[in-house]
């Protein structure tokens, strides 16, 4: 998954004294898209000495040597040396590459659009700034205090006997594959969000829930956890054809995975297409 970078490894930990230096990668966000420069399985951000003048600098994390830290929007520089915007979709089918870069997209993504939006305190409207500790936001005129947002999801593969329940959502610009997936709602366990997510999508219920494996998906801000379950008596599929179009049984021998191996989900397909999933 896009997360499995090993040797390297991401650290997270909030430092706000930390000061660029020359060699380090700047996170610059103009809209919905992320500056970056380089060629196919090359690619990589900006480093600070490409660009001229002050920037407004925050540092996010580091992936081994290597820190990155987000250009706040005022002052927020156009272009760099050899560097273009790009979608994060544009990333991952394009760029491909190499891996902890495009995690390092993913996560960078994650938390400059937390600090994006909430420039302003939702209880008092006032600015927020950085807090001096730890990785939230704090209000100065009311002390409310913002941590980032994690949103909790699904990812379920609904199995019937050497069968399992693949789909392509309705109104996506996808071709391949993928499995039932959907957000957890308030004063719902993940236990019962896959099986409502499965009935509303497939009109399918479930049994048998074994959890598999989780994974950070930083472009919508969630954490997505995969879990396996079998059929609950009949297996005829009552598809949901606002949330999808298309959901068909595939035995395993003919699952074909995504384009890539970044995902919960394909891994999720290809365990079970090699069965290395959890059968109980």
């Given at each position: ?113 937390w600090y994006r939006d909430n420039r302003y305190c939702g209880r008092c409207g006032h600015s927020t700034r950085p ?70 999508e497939a009109g399918l219920r479930v049994k048998n829930l074994r959890y598999y494996k989780s994974q950070p998906w930083g472009s919508v801000q969630d954490l997505l956890m995969g879990f396996f ?52």
């Amino acid at each position: 998954m896009i997360q499995d970078i090993l040797p390297k490894r991401l650290n997270n930990v909030f430092d706000p004294a930390r000061e660029a230096g020359e060699d380090d990668f700047v996170v610059c966000v103009l809209g919905q898209e992320l500056m970056l420069k380089g060629e196919e399985w090359h690619a990589e951000f900006p480093r600070r000495k490409e660009f001229s003048g002050n920037l407004n600098l925050l540092y996010l994390f580091s992936v081994e040597e290597n820190a990155y830290y987000l250009a706040l929007e005022e002052g927020l520089p156009e272009e760099a040396a050899g560097g273009t915007y790009r979608t994060l979709r544009d990333m991952r089918y394009r760029l491909k590459g190499p891996r902890d870069t495009m995690y390092a997209a993913y996560t960078a993504w994650h938390l400059a659009l937390w600090y994006r939006d909430n420039r302003y305190c939702g209880r008092c409207g006032h600015s927020t700034r950085p807090h001096e500790r730890e990785r939230a936001l704090v209000c100065p005129s009311c002390g409310h205090v913002i941590y980032p947002r994690l949103i909790p999801a699904v990812i379920v593969g609904v199995i019937h006997g050497d069968e399992i329940l693949m789909t392509k959502y309705a109104n996506r610009p996808m071709s391949f594959y993928a499995l039932v997936a959907g957000f957890t709602e308030i004063g719902e366990t993940l236990e019962e969000c896959v099986a409502r997510e499965v009935m509303e999508e497939a009109g399918l219920r479930v049994k048998n829930l074994r959890y598999y494996k989780s994974q950070p998906w930083g472009s919508v801000q969630d954490l997505l956890m995969g879990f396996f379950c079998d059929v609950d008596g009949d297996a005829t599929i009552h598809m949901d054809p606002d949330e999808l179009k298309e959901a068909r049984w595939v035995h395993r021998k003919d699952i074909l995975g995504q384009t890539d191996d970044w995902s919960l989900t394909h891994e999720m397909m290809m365990a079970f297409r090699e069965g290395r999933y959890p059968e109980k």
